[in-house]
């Protein structure tokens, strides 16, 4: 069957096709607030959540198009690592039309450099966050020293190519040009030579489905060992809930690479 998108608004539209959606951010805030109060977090780039002798430092980067969120509408997923020892940074980034998506990758890589934890490091991300969780493992972002401890990098439902979006209503706010669409979109770079897994909602709007495999395909091509795990009836607001328990196949994928670099 060919495929065709013929109203970019709605291919990007995710709460449009998912029953209850309006519900989920205030469930995400009052789950998040509820772990803060029993793990308060070290503020500062972000918010760094950590437990007794780290064995390593998992990332976290939160979507929201951009534009919407911040590290502490997203505490809770940070259960998953802690309760593995390891500790979670959830960085801070300026959201669009206050910053661009190149400015956002660079707060985010110095707020990893400058994160102070010893060990390997794993990277995920979900939606913006998953690209900006990819843009981390392309050639060139982080610190070489920093860069050769990152041992997997798992982007959730990410945005692989940015050109798109430029398409959409959305881009009123967030300002994607041509040259920014080139040199943003981790499907059209190179990846440091290390596992990287999408992993996507098989309930999931068909361009999401189609960006995630887009960075695996691409990417297989190009040094990096990948995979698209497509994880059955999950849709994007609960495609992240794996994060939230220790022994969940997406956090396995996640942190059982740490010895693999």
């Not at 029953?19 to 998040?32: E, K, L, N, V």
């Not at 994007?236 to 996640?254: A, C, Q, Y």
């Amino acid at each position: 069957m060919l495929y065709r998108v013929t109203d970019w608004d709605d291919a990007y539209a995710n709460g449009a096709h998912i029953a209850g959606a309006a519900d989920y951010p205030a469930r995400w805030t009052a789950a998040a607030q509820a772990f803060r109060d029993l793990h308060p977090p070290v503020e500062g780039a972000g918010d760094l959540f950590l437990p007794l002798d780290p064995k390593g430092l998992m990332v976290f980067i939160h979507g929201g198009y951009w534009m919407r969120f911040g590290p502490r509408d997203w505490s809770h997923l940070a259960a998953g690592a802690l309760a593995r020892g390891w500790a979670c940074l959830m960085p801070r980034y300026d959201l669009a039309p206050k910053a661009r998506i190149a400015q956002m990758t660079r707060q985010v890589a110095q707020a990893i450099a400058g994160a102070g934890v010893d060990g390997p490091i794993a990277i995920t991300g979900h939606s913006a966050g998953g690209h900006l969780a990819a843009r981390m493992v392309c050639e060139g972002v982080l610190p070489r020293d920093v860069a050769a401890r990152v041992t997997a990098c798992v982007p959730i439902s990410p945005l692989s190519d940015l050109r798109p979006l430029m398409r959409t209503a959305m881009n009123e706010t967030l300002n994607i040009d041509p040259p920014e669409a080139l040199s943003e979109s981790p499907a059209l770079l190179t990846p440091l030579p290390l596992p990287v897994t999408t992993w996507v909602g098989g309930a999931e709007r068909p361009e999401l489905i189609r960006q995630a495999r887009l960075l695996a395909d691409a990417w297989a091509g190009l040094g990096a060992a990948t995979e698209c795990v497509i994880d059955p009836g999950r849709h994007h607001f609960d495609v992240i809930e794996g994060l939230t328990r220790p022994d969940s196949p997406l956090m396995n994928r996640l942190l059982d690479q740490s010895g693999s670099r």
